[in-house]
């Protein structure tokens, strides 16, 4: 089946290090799969931080990075220089058009040091 | 303002009691989800709705059920809660394979 495999958390990072948090995926039912990371902090529910629908396309957002790579089947976020306002769960996910359901990994908890 | 609200937040509940988890979204969406979310675990789909009175099971589907009346409201049943349904339940709403919009979840404990 489709499956999200990312980094176990805890994660601890010192404010201004660069971050990576490791994403592979199996889409055996989807032909085309869209990537997205999410990212839930404290109190708050789930909220896209970027997408990428298309192989070997880059996305970014808020200082954060991923590439599509359908290789490896891989979608790593990375950031340059973390902030203490970065600590958060987040999820890499893959979906599908049509209404395909979306498939979340079990999330990566960062705890960013000040 | 784009958002999926989701009643109540917390909820303590005897074993063996029913629980109603409301859901509702302002996008008119056609597609919601009910997640539950445990540690270590990630985000299990339990039910997805393609609309009213269109629903299906997701991966975890027992012990749970649904209803979608309006295309704003989806609805999660625990027909005689169990405690190992105690977990933090999240409702969402997506316009086919769009972004998924979340609720801010219920935190559910059964005793």
């Known amino acids: 089946g489709d499956s999200v495999t990312q980094t176990e958390g805890p994660v601890t990072v010192s404010e201004s290090e660069s971050l990576i948090i490791n994403c592979t995926y199996s889409?055996?039912?989807?032909?085309?799969?869209?990537l997205f990371w999410y990212v839930r902090y404290p109190g708050e529910g789930l909220q896209l931080l970027l997408k990428v629908i298309t192989a070997g396309q880059k996305g970014s957002s808020r200082g954060f990075e991923a590439t599509y790579n359908k290789e490896t089947t891989s979608f790593h976020l990375q950031k340059a220089s973390v902030q203490e306002s970065d600590s958060a769960v987040y999820y890499c996910?893959?979906?599908?058009?049509?209404?395909?359901?979306?498939?979340f990994g079990s999330g990566t908890r960062l705890l960013v040091s000040p | 303002d784009m958002k999926v609200t989701q009643m109540p937040r917390y909820l303590i509940k005897r074993m063996g009691e029913n629980v109603l988890l409301e859901c509702g979204q302002d996008m008119s969406h056609e597609t919601m989800y009910w997640y539950r979310q445990d540690p270590g675990l990630g985000l299990q789909l339990i039910y997805i709705s393609y609309d009213v009175d269109s629903n299906s099971e997701g991966d975890i589907p027992k012990g749970y059920r649904v209803s979608r009346k309006k295309r704003e409201h989806f609805s999660l049943i625990l027909d005689s809660a169990k405690t190992n349904q105690t977990s933090v339940y999240f409702c969402?709403?997506?316009?086919?394979?769009?972004?998924?919009?979340f609720g801010k979840g219920t935190r559910l404990t059964v005793v």
């Open positions: 889409a055996t039912s989807i032909a085309y799969p869209n």
């Open positions: 996910a893959l979906g599908g058009t049509g209404g395909y359901k979306v498939v």
């Open positions: 969402a709403s997506s316009r086919q394979d769009t972004e998924v919009f």
